[in-house]
């Protein structure tokens, strides 16, 4: 192949690729960060000026509720590594060859359905008429249905239940890799189980922990639907006063300067773990 | 693990009730479809298909809910249009980065991957300013009134192009870097042409991937919520018709009815999927 054709097919392949990062990811991103440093005074004037953050700062309802969803992300993540852990070491290490592949695609199940119709699924199951409160009070358990929507417990089971499979799956496919014999080999050498854990297993699982960690948090603390729905009109999610700045009080400014905070943020938390870890973007989380 | 017997079965109940809290819900929103009672909810009065099938009020059956079935017709129709999209680019993507050099090749692979680390609502929001910046602009300057730059279809599908290629590339690069270039420098010393071995050897190769990734890209854009709800206009895809059911009107099993069609729909396309991503077994 002549130079020139390889230069030709280069560009061509190129072109796509800019298209879509440089007008659909970088260009909206300056955009909401241009919106979101200006500030309406009149018909089709500006002053421009960091007024929009100053006001997320100092009012603390704004600030309290991105520091609530950072809070319970972070809790929604470590819950989901703790309890998806055994599970996917479980799959990956313990199940025999066949029920591990349908164990993996149980798994995958619940990843196929809409967030929408798993969220619907924890209203029918834990509404005041729900299943469970009807259950329990035909039992005789408790006297009279209870309420257990719009709580934070709910909204942290629902969120868990949102995200965890993304815990799971890349979990397993490090722990899968993972040679028996490195174990043995610790426990050869006198390791009780916990020093095996932590200087062999964890080590070994890290690309893993770390892809999952990221996704996990980056999705909860991105998450909509979850917290509105199980959480009711007060969850105070960010995301829900990035909504209500833009459509419901149609004040994109300071909705942009909401939405380039929690980006901020997030990425902050994603680039923070992964500098801790040692790890690298590319080889975590695009290793699906 | 070779510890006690006591352990193993502890540790047995919890990954069974973790499967138990996995599927629950689901079971939840399905099986509240077939009760005859206007909530979801219990008491259990009977088996019914009403809910799927009924033609009148107050029992309206989803077949003949217009408004969830536009909704689905809606979700259907981005879909597809956003799926083809995605794969076109993903497989342009994955021979740019598995055959090209260029310069700040890592770079721009890492830049690739971000758009899976930006949320959802801020893609929505951003392309939302966007495009509404450049539709004020071209009214301003030009006296142009770009519709399409409204919300509406086009913006949803831009929206939600602007992350799915990012999936439909991992997945078929992926692929392709498992693919044996000789065969390729076979074909071209046999005398293909390079469009000839692209079409016959590299991209039916290639395919499978190209499949599962439509197929996930399209399931995804069906359930996708949060960077469709900045972007909908008029016509609303199926999620943002049922959530304005849920907050708004209050649920009736309809709704129900519409997660199992969506469960079996999404469960089968994904299973469609993932047959097609397997290594052909001769018989």
Known sequence: ?288 | MQGSRGLMWIYRSYVVVFFLYLVAPLVAAGVFAFNDSMFPSLPWNGFTWDWFFSPNEPKLGLFHDDRLLQGMGNSLYIGVIVAALSVAAGTCNAFLFVRKDFRFKNALYVLMVVPLVIPGVILGISILVLASTIAGLADQWFGVFLTSLRPGIPLVVMGQFSFLVTITSLVIIARLEKFDISLEEAALNLGASRARTLATVTLPFLFPAMFSAFVVAFLVSFENFNTTLFLVGSDSPLTITMYDRMVKAGSTPVLNATSVVLMLGSGLLALLSVFAQRPKKQA
């Open chain 1, 1 to 288: 192949m002549s130079r020139d054709a390889g230069k030709l097919s280069l560009i061509l392949l190129f072109t796509p690729f800019a298209l879509w990062i440089g007008l659909l990811i970088i260009l909206p991103q300056i955009g909401i960060g241009y919106v979101s440093i200006r500030e309406k005074v009149g018909i089709n004037q500006y002053e421009y000026g960091f007024k929009n953050y100053i006001d997320f700062i100092t009012e603390p309802v704004y600030r309290n509720t991105l520091l609530r969803t950072a809070w319970m992300s972070i809790l929604v993540t470590a819950l989901a590594l703790v309890i998806g852990f055994p599970i996917a070491w479980y799959i990956a290490k313990i199940a025999r060859e066949r029920s591990r592949a349908a164990l993996f695609l149980m798994c995958l199940i619940p990843l196929w359905v809409s967030d929408l119709v798993r969220a619907y699924g924890w209203i029918v199951l834990l509404r005041e008429t729900g299943v469970i409160s009807m259950t329990l009070v035909k039992w005789g358990i408790i006297n009279q249905p209870i309420e257990m929507l719009y709580n934070d417990m709910t909204v942290i089971i629902g969120l868990v239940y949102t995200v965890i499979l993304f815990m799971i799956v890349p979990l397993v496919s490090t722990l899968q890799g993972m040679d028996d014999a490195l174990l043995e080999a610790g426990y050869n050498l006198g390791g009780s189980r916990i020093t095996v854990f932590r200087r062999i297993i964890v080590p070994y699982a890290m690309p893993g922990i770390v892809a999952g960690c990221i996704i996990t948090f980056m999705l909860t603390a991105g998450s909509y639907l979850t917290p509105i729905l199980l959480g009711g009109k007060n969850s105070s999610w960010f995301t829900e006063q990035i909504y209500n700045q833009f459509i419901t009080r149609y004040n994109w400014e300071s909705g942009s300067a909401f939405g380039v905070s929690l980006l901020v943020f997030t990425s902050f938390v994603v680039w923070a773990g992964l500098r801790l870890t040692g790890q690298s973007l590319a080889t975590t989380v695009a290793k699906e």
